[in-house]
């Protein structure tokens, strides 16, 4: 982002307002990359270019990604359960929760939650 904000300012504040309606609907499970479009105004292929071209990831890759990165926050920092983690970052289910994160980070959240937090390399 601070390069970003530097060398073109525009680009930087389209990626502050998508971050900002993925922080704001990140509880919201049916906020996916349809929603996003009609919040910027803009068709899914013109949001996908755009995307793909500054951060080299696809909007849905990218929500989801930042839904992870939560989730591993809260996991570190509160006293919530799994369950609650998951629902509170946008995933429907518990299971498809854990396969994603275990995916992402190596171990399933569980492990993660009790002290497996070097076994991730982040």
């Known amino acids: 982002m601070a390069n970003l904000e530097q060398g073109r300012p525009q680009e930087a504040a ?18 996916d990359t349809g929603v996003l479009c009609k919040a910027m105004c803009m068709s ?19 929500i989801k990604n ?11 920092t509160s006293d919530f359960t799994v369950s609650e983690i998951a629902y509170k970052t946008g995933f429907q289910t518990i ?7 275990k995916a992402q980070y190596g171990i399933p959240p569980t492990v993660f939650r009790r002290g497996g937090k070097s076994a991730t390399n982040e």
């Open 14 to 31: 389209f990626m502050q307002k998508i971050n900002t309606l993925i922080k704001v609907n990140l509880e919201n499970e049916d906020f």
């Open 95 to 101: 299971s498809h929760f854990t396969k994603i994160f």
């Open 44 to 62: 899914r292929t013109q949001l996908f270019r755009r995307l793909k071209s500054l951060i080299r990831q696809a909007p849905a890759n990218y």
């Open 66 to 76: 930042m839904r992870l990165q939560r989730a591993k926050e809260l996991l570190e």
